[in-house]
């Protein structure tokens, strides 16, 4: 299912309006001309607009718009000259005017995802990571809020993402963005991965979409309630997340905070382990995002649990991130008195500082958005932004506008 914008001639519109609908797509504005388009698209957020290749539909300026916010954009034309006309924006998504529904249909649900900032004549590049697990001690260190806004920096820099909740003792992640989590996702996907049965029409179905104007991703929500954690089984989990992992560009998973083995030791060996969900989804990533508090007390749970994620991860896939860093809780020099506690007690070298930004966490919790919607501006949201671009995703561009990349034919042709 996509959202529709559409921008056609009214006999055309009349002829595909319910065949796509039929399709099972959304239809979210019907505009006249391209600047009508351009205005609605930060409102109206459509994944597809279906225009004409004429020129009062059909500008360069709705081709730089939807390319900033990962819009595709199909046009038809109803000769050689709206053709032509196409061509020479660099729009190669052309049909026929008279084209039915059966062959617009591949370019709306289709298209090669490639990631964003592989630049346009480079073909494809593989990213740093494609699963990334974030974890931290109990306390409550900030695992989901720093799993939600890596994954709406992810997508905002034009990957398609997954944000996975397998925290076997209860999800959060679906009420920090305001979704329903009355079926959990991520378990509706273990039990059809444990009976082969999760294809991509499975994942499109059990998947929540959070929307928003050029960062959307879906969401595999967690547990409803501690009580049902046999469901991640381990075996089911790998093969959930290797399904995810192959629907979409990037997976970032939040997972439970519990690393104890003792569970193992029980004379039954086929029981089902309470905590084989994040070992899974540890084993499964590229890259582990350790998170601690930066205080005395969320400082030594970290350095206790680092030990145990050792045996479990490769030190040089682990990434130490110390969150809520400020002076009322460490003193003077900060982030000086982290480092020194860390590269002492066990011997990390570098580690990604979080500054304490509670206005910021607040917004989101409070409209249930992410970071870069509810707070762009404050220094959290900068910070795990920087991470995202130069440990996660491949090329950092900064002095570039990141788009998506839809359209590789386009982009091709276009460069």
């Given at each position: 299912?996509?959202?529709?914008?559409?921008?056609?001639?009214?006999?055309?519109?009349d002829?595909?309006?319910?065949?796509?609908?039929?399709?099972?797509?959304?239809?979210?504005?019907?505009?006249?001309?391209?600047?009508?388009?351009?205005?609605?698209?930060?409102?109206?957020?459509?994944?597809?607009?279906?225009?004409?290749a004429?020129?009062?539909?059909?500008?360069?300026?709705?081709?730089?718009?939807?390319?900033?916010?990962?819009?595709?954009?199909?046009?038809?034309?109803?000769?050689?000259?709206?053709?032509?006309?196409?061509?020479?924006?660099?729009?190669?998504?052309?049909?026929?005017?008279?084209?039915?529904?059966?062959?617009?249909?591949?370019?709306?649900?289709?298209?090669?995802?490639?990631?964003?900032?592989?630049?346009?004549?480079?073909p494809?590049?593989?990213?740093?990571?494609?699963?990334?697990?974030?974890?931290?001690?109990?306390?409550?260190p900030?695992?989901?809020?720093?799993?939600?806004?890596?994954?709406?920096?992810?997508?905002?820099?034009?990957?398609?993402?997954?944000?996975?909740?397998?925290?076997?003792?209860?999800?959060?992640?679906?009420?920090?963005?305001?979704?329903?989590?009355?079926?959990?996702?991520?378990?509706?996907?273990?039990?059809?991965?444990?009976?082969?049965?999760?294809?991509?029409?499975?994942?499109?179905?059990?998947?929540?979409?959070?929307?928003?104007?050029?960062?959307?991703?879906?969401?595999?929500?967690?547990?409803?309630?501690?009580?049902?954690?046999?469901?991640?089984?381990?075996?089911?989990?790998?093969?959930?997340?290797?399904?995810?992992?192959?629907?979409?560009?990037?997976?970032?998973?939040?997972?439970?905070?519990?690393?104890?083995?003792?569970?193992?030791?029980?004379?039954?060996?086929?029981?089902?382990?309470?905590?084989?969900?994040?070992?899974?989804?540890?084993?499964?990533?590229?890259?582990?995002?350790?998170?601690?508090?930066a205080?005395?007390?969320?400082?030594?749970?970290?350095?206790?649990?680092?030990?145990?994620?050792?045996?479990?991860?490769?030190?040089?896939?682990?990434?130490?991130m110390?969150?809520?860093?400020?002076?009322?809780?460490?003193?003077?020099?900060?982030?000086?008195?982290?480092?020194?506690?860390?590269?002492?007690?066990?011997?990390?070298?570098?580690?990604?500082?979080?500054?304490?930004?509670?206005?910021?966490?607040?917004?989101?919790?409070?409209t249930?958005?992410?970071?870069?919607?509810?707070?762009?501006?404050?220094?959290?949201?900068?910070?795990?932004?920087?991470?995202?671009?130069?440990?996660?995703?491949?090329?950092?561009?900064?002095a570039r506008?990141?788009?998506?990349?839809?359209a590789p034919?386009?982009?091709?042709a276009?460069?």
């Amino acid at each position: 299912m996509a959202r529709l914008a559409l921008a056609l001639d009214p006999a055309t519109e009349d002829r595909l309006l319910s065949d796509a609908v039929e399709h099972g797509h959304v239809i979210v504005a019907r505009l006249v001309g391209w600047r009508d388009v351009v205005e609605s698209l930060d409102v109206i957020a459509p994944e597809v607009v279906l225009v004409g290749a004429r020129r009062d539909t059909l500008s360069a300026e709705l081709l730089a718009g939807c390319d900033e916010r990962g819009i595709r954009l199909v046009a038809l034309s109803a000769g050689d000259a709206e053709r032509a006309h196409a061509a020479q924006l660099g729009l190669h998504e052309v049909l026929d005017h008279s084209a039915g529904w059966a062959e617009i249909e591949p370019l709306v649900r289709g298209g090669i995802p490639l990631p964003s900032r592989v630049g346009e004549a480079t073909p494809q590049v593989s990213l740093a990571a494609s699963l990334v697990a974030v974890w931290g001690p109990a306390g409550a260190p900030g695992r989901t809020t720093i799993a939600v806004n890596l994954a709406a920096e992810i997508a905002a820099a034009g990957h398609t993402v997954a944000l996975v909740d397998a925290d076997p003792y209860g999800g959060t992640i679906a009420p920090s963005l305001g979704l329903l989590d009355e079926a959990p996702g991520f378990a509706s996907a273990c039990r059809l991965a444990g009976g082969d049965a999760l294809d991509r029409a499975e994942l499109e179905r059990i998947a929540q979409r959070y929307s928003a104007p050029r960062a959307s991703f879906d969401v595999f929500t967690g547990l409803v309630g501690p009580s049902r954690w046999p469901e991640l089984s381990g075996d089911r989990v790998t093969a959930a997340l290797e399904a995810i992992r192959r629907w979409v560009e990037v997976v970032v998973v939040d997972t439970g905070f519990s690393l104890e083995r003792d569970e193992e030791l029980t004379s039954d060996q086929f029981a089902p382990r309470r905590n084989a969900a994040t070992f899974a989804a540890l084993t499964a990533a590229d890259r582990v995002v350790a998170v601690g508090l930066a205080d005395p007390v969320g400082l030594s749970r970290l350095l206790r649990g680092h030990g145990e994620l050792v045996d479990i991860v490769e030190p040089e896939r682990i990434d130490i991130m110390a969150n809520r860093v400020r002076t009322s809780a460490l003193g003077i020099d900060a982030h000086g008195q982290v480092r020194q506690t860390l590269r002492r007690f066990a011997g990390i070298g570098d580690a990604t500082m979080l500054p304490h930004d509670g206005k910021a966490a607040d917004a989101a919790i409070l409209t249930a958005r992410t970071l870069r919607d509810a707070a762009p501006r404050s220094p959290l949201r900068a910070a795990l932004r920087d991470y995202a671009l130069e440990r996660l995703l491949p090329i950092r561009e900064p002095a570039r506008r990141r788009r998506f990349a839809f359209a590789p034919m386009r982009r091709a042709a276009a460069s």
